[in-house]
């Protein structure tokens, strides 16, 4: 069994070493970012064009195959946003099954009923019962956070959603975000036979880019690339090569003047929101096993004339690169040679923080 609180971090990146490599192949490790570091931490699950109405119910499972909590969006009476635990307080039942409209929720195991709110209304055969209701009855409320459209929820998140979003908001809040439009054919999940940890380090750097990516480095200027680093997050500055696959930003940006091609922010521990000219795609990284990770891809098109053009054109190949990449490092680590290597102070500033933060969750 590995010991997870010896891992250590040097915080100057100079002198630092990555993760040892029983990180990203012993089963350990996975087991103890489930409830460590992900339970921890808040995780994107809908956005608000599916709960339009008072009285709509929106069950789903945060991220399901592993965390699989069971969570209830819920829209009231009185129009307000809801998010609570979709498990019954009677008997454990799961309370909604399947999205639907009502003024109340009804467990169909034995019929006790709640507001759309999760306060408990009735439970037949509990009239004799004591000290009842109480407020255990009700249905445990579940922290949620909103930017723009996209509702996040947090199981026990150890830090505050606006701490984690701020950066985004300072950076992006221009965006008409009422205007992205989900698109259902161009998001799917990927299979990644590689370690989850493994896989957001590859994202977190474009050290690689003109090594694995040869349509990616033509549509970037690779000499400017820039990382900038925040508490939870971090951000990749991708600056486009030719202005007409940029951005046209607001005077109010801080990149404003710059040929911005994307923006891709990763939020700890597993969740990426890149953006590009024509929208947004949104990337959940989850464990299934040390050497087996499913990456949902989510699409939002803000303007579709931009679909085909600069570093938000070929998303689906840079991702099957990024995979075949990956994937050989997952053989890699698994040798008797390797064990830890060193960070590229100039170009794996955002591996280097992932690692200190994952490192600070999983010893708690």
């Known amino acids: 069994m590995p010991t997870t609180q010896t891992i250590e971090i040097d915080p100057d990146i100079t002198r630092a070493e990555t993760l040892p490599a029983a990180v990203y192949r012993e089963a350990a490790y996975v087991e103890a970012a489930r409830e460590r570091v992900f339970a921890r931490s808040w995780q994107f699950v809908a956005d608000l064009d599916r709960l339009k109405?008072?009285?709509h119910a929106l069950p789903l499972t945060v991220l399901e195959g592993y965390l699989n909590e069971p969570l209830l969006l819920t829209r009231d009476a009185q129009d307000r946003l809801n998010c609570f635990s979709n498990v019954c307080t009677h008997r454990g039942n799961l309370l909604v099954e399947g999205e639907c409209h009502g003024q109340q929720l009804r467990c169909r195991y034995h019929g006790r009923c709640f507001a759309m709110d999760g306060r408990f209304v009735s439970a037949p055969g509990f009239d004799e019962a004591a000290d009842f209701p109480r407020d255990a009855d009700n249905l445990?409320?579940?922290?949620?956070?909103?930017?723009?459209k996209f509702i996040f929820a947090g199981v026990d998140p150890a830090f505050p959603f606006?701490?984690?979003?701020?950066?985004?908001r300072e950076r992006l809040d221009w965006l008409?975000?009422?205007q992205f439009t989900f698109d259902p054919t161009r998001s799917r999940d990927y299979l990644v036979r590689a370690n989850w940890a493994l896989y957001c380090d590859n994202y977190l750097e474009g050290f690689h880019i003109p090594y694995v990516h040869p349509g990616l480095a033509t549509a970037l200027d690779v000499r400017a690339y820039r990382t900038e680093i925040f508490d939870y997050a971090n951000l990749q500055v991708g600056v486009a090569s030719h202005v007409e696959e940029s951005f046209e930003l607001?005077?109010?940006?801080?990149d404003h003047g710059e040929k911005i091609g994307a923006y891709y922010f990763w939020l700890f521990p597993n969740t990426m929101f890149n953006f590009y000219?024509?929208?947004l795609s949104i990337n959940i990284v989850m464990p299934l096993a040390p050497d087996r990770t499913r990456v949902s891809f989510i699409t939002y098109v803000w303007d579709a004339t931009k679909l085909d053009q600069g570093a938000?054109?070929?998303i689906d190949r840079v991702e099957r690169e990024d995979e075949d990449i990956v994937e050989k490092v997952q053989k890699g680590v698994r040798s008797r040679f390797y064990n830890r290597g060193r960070y590229s102070p100039e170009r794996e500033r955002g591996v280097h923080h992932f690692h200190r933060l994952l490192t600070e969750f999983l010893k708690q």
Do not use: C, H, N, T
């Open 162 to 168: 606006d701490q984690l979003m701020s950066p985004l």
């Open 140 to 148: 445990a409320r579940v922290a949620y956070g909103l930017w723009g």
């Open 277 to 279: 000219p024509w929208g």
């Open 250 to 254: 607001p005077d109010s940006s801080p």
């Open 312 to 314: 938000g054109a070929s």
């Open 176 to 178: 008409p975000f009422e």
């Open 53 to 55: 109405g008072p009285g």
